[in-house]
């Protein structure tokens, strides 16, 4: 039974260029969440998709949206990338509001 | 609003030594739900525990236990024995009950302990 899986592992980009993370959740799970992780810091929430919609998101700027697909992946885009967009983005999945699991993360760096 | 403290920054202890991981929360919810996960330096967080706030009973699983206190709001987690694989930064979360009955999408961390098991 795969788990959460995310890709690229690591992805380098230059300051205003703009960057697609993809997530595909565990078997059986219906949602998905995304999450930055600056370093040495924890997660923080950026939002989450269900049933192909946003039903919540967390205190970040437009420049970050996203997407479920109807086999329930989904992907992170970010706009016009700054320095501090540099971090590790973890995707974790759950059926309904069941608990979370985390997907290995993309580890992005924005130069 | 709601906050997660986990104030030991690192640990470290030699192995077989037991150790506690201290989380404190705040939250106005009556009904919530608290979470640890382990990182490994590979990155992936690894989900360990979910505790209801309406079941304060503690959990043992292996060699890991968890105590939750409504009155402290502390939820702290105790590895027994160490060993050098528990190796990780740890994090415990806090998120609120979502439309379904289950705990919302937006989990709450603390900025983690860094615990190091030396041999």
């Known amino acids: 039974d795969a788990g959460v899986t995310q890709s690229p592992t690591h992805l380098i980009k230059t300051r205003g260029q703009q960057v697609t993370l993809r997530c595909s959740p565990k078997?059986?799970?219906?949602?998905v969440s995304w999450y930055q992780q600056a370093l040495g810091q924890g997660p923080q929430f950026i939002f989450q998709y269900y049933e192909e919609e946003e039903r919540q998101r967390g205190n970040f700027p437009d420049r970050f949206s996203g997407h479920q697909f109807p086999n329930y992946s989904s992907e992170l885009n970010v706009n016009a990338l700054l320095l501090g967009d540099s971090a590790l983005y973890l995707c974790?999945?759950?059926?309904?509001?069941?608990?979370?699991?985390f997907g290995p993360g993309t580890r992005l760096t924005v130069t | 609003a709601q906050k997660v403290t986990q104030a030991q920054t690192e640990i470290s202890v030699v192995e077989k030594e037991d150790v506690t991981l201290d989380c404190v929360y705040e939250?106005?919810?009556?009904?919530?739900?608290l979470f640890w996960y382990k990182q490994p330096p590979s990155g992936e967080l690894v989900f360990l525990i979910r505790r209801n706030s309406f079941d304060e009973q503690n959990e043992i699983s292996g060699r890991y236990s968890w105590n939750f206190q409504k009155s402290t709001s502390s939820f702290n987690f105790t590895i027994t024995a160490s060993q050098v694989v528990d190796s990780a930064v740890y994090f415990c979360?806090?998120?609120?009950?979502?439309?379904?009955?289950?705990?919302?999408?937006?989990?709450?961390f603390g900025k983690g302990t860094k615990l190091s098991v030396k041999p």
């Open positions: 939250t106005r919810d009556t009904t919530y739900y």
């Open positions: 078997s059986g799970h219906d949602t």
């Open positions: 979360a806090l998120s609120e009950r979502g439309r379904g009955g289950g705990s919302q999408g937006n989990l709450i």
């Open positions: 974790a999945s759950s059926f309904q509001d069941r608990s979370q699991y």
